[in-house]
């Protein structure tokens, strides 16, 4: 069974540079359902070792902050830094670690016995994300979803269009087979998956049509870079409050349906069975938590 921050909601999760203490210090204020602290691709070589400790501080001070999920993204296995990334920065009790550019579940195995260790010897469950930003990746995104510490994908798309060799595009044409296809594995497997980040921080429609792309390929959420993609980010990967309420409005009649012994209905001129109710309830139940969340943040 997938651990418990898979029915985390991941609407946005900004990522915040490890080395810079001012944003570092401004993120956990916002209205983000989550946070990568990034120790990887945003710092320089020579200031890994501050961000770590800046992480580690920012992990203790966000320990109690209700709806916030922590995350940190450590260096690709295939570098000397991401153990010292991980022993130094795992007492702060992040929800989940980040590892980028996995290409396969044997790559998890050296992060997750430290997390392994830290669960039997001090309780706390630390879970894996696993960045999908490869080819390779890719292909292999059922066998690492599988992986029984992995509980989200996240997927790396500049470094992904890359490798692939393609221009640009709004469309995502080039990106498209990728991103459903590792879409359908984090499904197979049961995990949360997050869309890539959109680079232009000046382009609100631009990074507002790419997350309805995005909501609309089936991703839980999106990664996101600056705070001012936060809010819509936030909106458009959840129903809003006349969805929510015509879901309400099918999970009654479905009820009430089922209590009169029956197993189908019409709601509107729809016809509503059983997973047409289940599938309003996950939906009305994410827009409940979501209510519980801007109540402890106003911002959303
Ligand atoms: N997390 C938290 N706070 C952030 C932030 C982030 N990712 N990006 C910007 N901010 C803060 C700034 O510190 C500033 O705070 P202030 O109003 O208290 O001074 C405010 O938001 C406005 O920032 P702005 O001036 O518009 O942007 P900037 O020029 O300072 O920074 C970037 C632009 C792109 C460098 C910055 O947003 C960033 O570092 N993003 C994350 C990059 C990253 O992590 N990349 C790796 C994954 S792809
Ligand atoms: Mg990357």
């Known amino acids: 069974m997938k651990a418990s921050l898979s029915t985390s909601l991941l609407r946005s999760v900004l990522y915040v540079p490890g080395s810079n203490p001012k944003t570092l ?21 020579e200031a890994k070792n501050q961000a770590r400790l800046n992480v580690l501080s920012t992990l203790h001070a966000t320990r109690d902050t209700p709806n916030l999920v922590r995350v940190v993204r450590i260096n690709a ?15 702060g009790r992040p929800d ?64 992904l269009a ?41 382009d609100p429609e631009g990074f507002a049509a790419e997350c309805l792309d995005g909501a609309r390929l089936g991703f839980d959420g999106k990664s996101l870079i600056h705070p001012s993609q936060i809010a819509p980010a936030n909106q458009t990967f959840l129903p809003g409050a006349d969805e929510a309420l015509a879901d309400q409005t099918i999970v009654a009649a479905w009820n009430e349906a089922r209590a009169r012994g029956e197993e189908i209905c ?35």
């Open 25 to 45: 210090a401004k993120a956990p204020t916002l209205s983000a359902d989550g946070l990568i602290l990034d120790l990887e691709d945003s710092v320089a070589p």
């Open 77 to 91: 296995i295939h570098t000397d830094l991401w153990h010292d990334d991980l022993t130094i920065t795992l007492p």
């Open 96 to 159: 989940a670690v980040a590892i980028s550019k996995v290409e396969s579940p044997d790559e998890l195995e050296g992060p997750a016995a430290l997390l392994r260790h830290l669960e039997e010897t001090q309780g706390h469950a630390c879970r894996l994300w696993a960045m999908i930003e490869t080819p390779l990746g890719v292909l292999n995104a059922l066998a690492i979803a599988r992986h029984p510490l992995v509980t989200c994908l996240v997927m790396g798309t500049s470094d």
């Open 162 to 202: 890359r490798a692939l060799i393609i221009p640009g595009d709004p469309q995502r044409i080039g990106l498209r087979h990728a991103l459903q296809q590792t879409i359908l594995a984090a499904r197979a497997a049961h995990v949360q998956i997050i869309d890539g980040v959109y680079v232009n921080i000046r």
């Open 266 to 300: 019409v709601v509107h001129g729809k016809l509503v069975e059983r997973l047409h109710a289940d599938q309003a309830a996950q939906r009305l139940a994410r827009w409940e938590m979501a209510q519980k969340n801007s109540k402890s943040n106003p911002e959303i």
